[in-house]
């Protein structure tokens, strides 16, 4: 996050962030007495890829194996389920480049919203926290979560900033909840999207390029910036995180 003025000058402040099981053995042996259950490798196959152990008669050949492979599974089956927050979509389904400015329409999105404030030095910590407050008032309500957590900076100084934690979910409840979190929309229209990949520290550098890219073209946007989470908000070192920071023009 950048600490944002009436003015947008272009100097950023502080940052705000996976056999041998082949063919049955070509001489069949009898089978065994009925008294003999069968073991376990026969019934309930380990997932390995070695042999399975030789029999006691060493004239005797391996029992047959089941057609089946015991070399597990390199991908998971395709009824898996995936995490449920990493499955929400993105404002704009489409993966934002790093190396590159988009245009972009943001839609408006019903959402769940708790205004917070912050120092520059706490910025992750009391998002994470408001964040975590949504999604518990949500739970208890009932109502599933259908979106990636939206940060919307609304006013910043030199000593921390204000903003609203967003949360979209399918459809605002009726009657509407009384209390700190209030139902809304997310905010919408023509934007620039800037991809930040890598740590929440280093997010200064994403917003000296965006700042630079608005004088450039001589862009007017409004006073707030939104940062969107598309991997979740850990700690500000996590150098695995990807945000889309989005500019609405004027």
Known sequence: ??????TLPATVLAALGLVLAGPASAQQQPPPPPSTAPSPAQTNPLPTTTAPNPPQDPEKSSA?????????????????KPNAA????TLVETKGDASD???VSLPAKPAAILAG???????????????SRIEAELAKAGIVPAGRPIAVFTRTDDDGFQYEAMIPVAQAPEPKPEGEIRFGTTPSG??????????????????????????????MVQ????????????????????????????
Do not use: C
């Open 64 to 80: 047959p194996q089941p057609e089946k492979a015991l070399t597990p599974p390199t991908t998971p089956p395709a009824d898996a």
């Open 101 to 103: 400015v988009d245009e």
């Open 223 to 250: 006073d707030r910036f939104i940062e969107e989470y598309v991997t979740d908000l850990k700690d500000g070192a996590d150098d695995k995180l990807d945000v889309n920071i989005y500019a609405l023009v004027r």
């Open 190 to 219: 023509k934007a620039l999207r800037f991809a930040h990949n890598g740590s929440y520290e280093g997010i200064d550098g994403t917003y000296e390029t965006l700042t630079a890219y608005l004088d450039a073209k001589d862009i």
């Open 86 to 89: 990493s499955a929400r979509p």
């Open 117 to 131: 404030k912050s120092k520059w030095e706490e910025a992750v910590p009391s998002l994470r926290q408001s964040f």
């Open 1 to 6: 996050m950048i600490r944002l003025n009436p």
